[in-house]
């Protein structure tokens, strides 16, 4: 090892963290732009570039119903709100029944615009899925606005 070497080795590098909040969202007490404690060359092999620590650190589980996020969970997502909006499940919010047909129906309208920008780019199980979700909500959309004009 040469000379230059083991200054650079010795000498390290400092990093300052200048956020005005801790990682839990609390003000720092120290005030922005001073340098915590851990922010100094003997804490920077388990820092990132960015002066925060490393994720095998603390490991991170993720919310296991939101990992398998893709085309066909999108489609079920949109079709479960626009049910919600048709009183046929309740919201699972307030647990209320309510029908709000101009909801409904934009979501509808928008899984059919899905269906024309993906056409010929989606596999059968996809393009299965999206057809009998428009299919079946548009015939409880029909049902419910037929409901609603007798009532």
Do not use: C, W
Not at 122 to 148: F, H, I, K, P
């Amino acid at each position: 090892m040469s000379n230059d070497e083991e200054r650079q080795e010795k000498r390290g590098f400092k990093v300052e963290d200048r956020r005005r909040f801790s990682d839990s969202g609390e003000p720092r007490s120290e005030g922005a732009g001073s340098t915590p404690p851990e922010s100094t060359a003997t804490g920077a092999a388990e820092h990132g570039p960015t002066g925060q620590k490393a994720a095998a650190a603390e490991p991170h589980h993720p919310d296991p119903l939101l990992t398998d996020l893709n085309f066909s969970t999108f489609v079920i997502s949109l079709s479960t709100q626009a049910l919600a909006h048709l009183g046929e499940i309740e919201n699972p919010i307030d647990r209320s029944m309510a029908v709000d047909l101009g909801a409904a129906k934009q979501l509808i309208d928008i899984l059919g615009i899905l269906k024309d920008k993906t056409k010929g780019n989606l596999d059968t199980t996809e393009a299965g899925l999206l057809d009998n979700m428009l299919y079946d909500l548009r015939l409880r959309y029909v049902e419910r606005v037929r409901r609603s004009e007798k009532a």
